[in-house]
């Protein structure tokens, strides 16, 4: 790794369920974390709370307390339908789903603004028995609406390859970023080792300038599962090496999002792991 400002570390929320918001953020300024990736969700900040923004106003000043950083996530599992996960979304069948999606994200929008977030991070969605063209309309549509109305806000609209979703791979992003403009990455490294058409390292160079927020977790190839820094087949002294070469600046987060029962254990022990790739990165 090339010398320069050390890269900033965040800690997703969806990994630190069973702690109030208040404790999660004193435990990751107290490790060292820089920022939070927060996911808005029924335990962290409901968005659809009456006193939404006045908790977002709360949650900025307390991180203002602390020295951290917020990226938005909009990751949420059953905030939308309790009964089905992650529905709707943008390539759901039903016009009326499409739109409630848009509109928390929107709403999304809004509270990031309110916490001075660096990225709101989002996804396109799994096409469920729709014509994969007709979903690839509607994405477009619903990200233009969504660049349209919140675009060029002082952060990043950051659409993330998710394996399995339309938008599955860097390529998939590209397509979509020309189709809607105004749009970043949101580069979730590991992925990369599932979709298996970029390493991790080289979807890092190869959309350096593109880069809205990045995520780092251990995976194994061709799995989608969030693993420990310390575990899987990602290459994380290089993710870093090529990070700080890109002169990457923004939040670097982690995502462990069924290990919330150990947080107390995982929160230090990435922190930990990502200070020794950063010292391996140095010696290759």
Known sequence: MTGGPRLRYAYNTNGLTSHRLDDALALLADTGYAGVALTLDVQHLDPFAPDAVAQAEKVRARCDELGLDVVVETGARYLLDPRVKHEPTLVTGDADGRARRLGFLRRACDLAGVLGAEAVSFWAGVPRDVDREAAWGWLVDGVRALVDSHGGRGYALAVEPEPGMLV????????????????????????CVVSGRYAPHEAVTAFADRLGTVAVEGMRRGVHDHLPLDEGDVDLPAVLRALADAGYDQLVTLELSR???????????????LRAAEAAGVRS
């Open 259 to 273: 290990d919330g029962h150990r947080a107390h254990e995982m929160v230090p022990r990435a922190m930990a792991t």
């Open 168 to 191: 599955d791979d860097c390529d998939d992003w590209l397509r979509l970023a020309h189709a809607a403009p105004g749009i970043a990455l949101a580069l979730d490294t590991g992925h």
